[in-house]
RNA sequence: GGUCCCAUCGUCUAGCGGUUAGGACGCCGGCCUCUCACGUCGGUAACACGGGUUCGAAUCCCGUUGGGACCA
């Protein structure tokens, strides 16, 4: 059997959406599946709207995404020469043909199919006229009059349409230029594409592309049409819904992996599995499992399934991924004993790597701003004693290991009779500004002995300076 | 307007003629606990509607409604 081999075309016309990333996935998942190739194609006719700053934001999104190619990048613009020549085959074979009817003609003929309630379409005028080449002609192929053309798709099932629906759609404009259906065909039998996963947006330009197929003599590729992606309100994805930018998603503090999770999750199933690596993605994705209807990019499920892959990273694994995130924030990932092991003291708390920098920032302060709220409750007078007995205990010990501080803080509940929250608290909020933060142990161990000590020892003096007097 | 696609909890989905319709996210509650989380246990909630086919339909067929896509 011929090995996969895969496409992803997208225009550069703005930057790598959420729609596009699942089909690009899709598509590499499926070639790295069978052991097969995926070719990246730029499809930049459209000269226009095409950018260099779109070509090089969608390279950024699928190097973050790490979905790399095995053929490519083509940029369509270059191979101007390639469609053409494959255009005259098709007039040379009776195929396609010259056509001079004015675009107000052909406007005129729409009307006119319309108001009898048909498809606007080209009437056939110089369908059976043998024109050849001339100044402002384009060129036509000839579609079938009668017969039906059926799509055998491999997700949607057998599609039939009815030729009699299909135009004598235009090839070559009279500029030259060759236009859209005409080349993604070309493209994809010179490349040696032979599965094309797409959006089901494209369903209905897949009749006018297997007729070229059969014109020319070509194979049909497997097609499999996914569902679209759609927002919140059921309409497809755009800039009202917030970010579609992949590369947003990054700087949102989101890993690839998550991500790429949650778009396979998004229109494929695999039984009850919610959570796959990428390599499980790779041993198990198949196109047996796409489903048929449209899904709801869901945020909060994005979150989720984030939480889990940080908590499922090792720390330091995470650092090249929060490390820009702090430095976006004004953190230096140097200025804490151990980047690591912060991390390791927020991995169950954070859906996003946002979150844990945020979360993360009284280990980098150099000296911590107390929740006025918490103080009132928290560093009364009663708390000075335990607090400076803690901060004794913790001279004593040299190395901050989370076994010697357990048992320092033992020592001083024991001397004291306070339970461990009377104690833990007034330190946390200390150490913190806060009243919630990660376990009290932990911590320490994580901000190090001398801003752990440095607070403390500033905590007890606070608690001195602001006590109230007896009455 | 024409053609095409789709339809299970709010969301993602399992189901492929016989199930108390399962899981996940979210939400609510219990437990755990040095706080917040994590974790764990439990709860909430769905087969769009109407006809058939069948001993039996979420599942097969037709229609209706609703949503979406493409062309204009």
Partial sequence: ?????????????????????????????????????????????????????????????????????????????????????????????????????????????????????????????CRERGLGTEPGAVLRFRTPASGTTVLDDVVKGSIVFQNSELDDFVIVRSDGMPTYNFVVVVDDIAMGI???????????????????????????????????????????????????????????????????????????????????????????????????????????????????????????????????????????PGDVPSLPRVIRTLQPRCKTLEEMVEQARFYFADEVAYDPEAVKKIFKPTAFDPLQRIVEALERIPVFSEAALEAAFSAVMAATGLKLGKIAQPVRLALTGRTASPGIFETIEALGRDKTLARLRRAAAWIQAHAVPDS
């Fill in 194 to 332: 032979n599965t094309v996963i797409r959006g089901d947006d494209h369903v209905m330009n897949t009749p006018k592309q297997m007729q070229i197929y059969r014109a020319l003599g070509a194979r049909l590729p497997v097609f499999a049409h996914v569902p679209m992606v759609l927002g919140p309100d059921r309409t497809r994805l755009s800039k009202r819904h917030g970010a579609m930018s992949v590369t947003a998603y990054r700087d949102m503090g989101y890993l690839p992996d998550a991500f790429l999770n949650y778009l396979a999750r998004l229109g494929w199933s695999c039984g009850d599995q919610e959570f796959f690596t990428r390599q499980e993605l790779i041993e198990k994705f198949t196109l047996d499992n796409i489903g048929r209807s449209a899904g709801i990019f869901d945020l909060a499920k994005l979150q989720a399934l984030n939480a889990d892959h940080i908590q499922a990273s090792t720390p330091e694994a995470l650092v090249p991924h929060i490390s820009p995130i702090l430095v976006r924030n004004g953190l230096a």
């Fill in 1 to 125: 059997m011929d090995p996969i081999v895969t496409r992803f075309p997208p225009s550069p016309t703005g930057y790598l959406h959420v729609g596009g990333a699942r089909t690009a996935l899709f598509n590499w998942l499926y070639a790295r599946h069978t052991g097969g190739r995926f070719v990246l194609r730029i499809e930049d006719t459209d000269t226009v709207r095409s950018t260099q700053a779109s070509v090089d934001a969608i390279f950024e999104a699928l190097r973050w995404l790490q979905i790399d190619w095995d053929d490519g990048p083509y940029f369509q613009s270059r191979r101007t020469d390639v469609y053409l020549d494959y255009a005259r085959r098709l007039y040379e074979t009776g195929h396609a043909y010259y056509c001079t009817c004015s675009p107000e003609a052909v406007e005129a003929m729409r009307q006119r199919a319309v108001a009898s309630g048909a498809n606007p379409r080209y009437d056939g005028t």
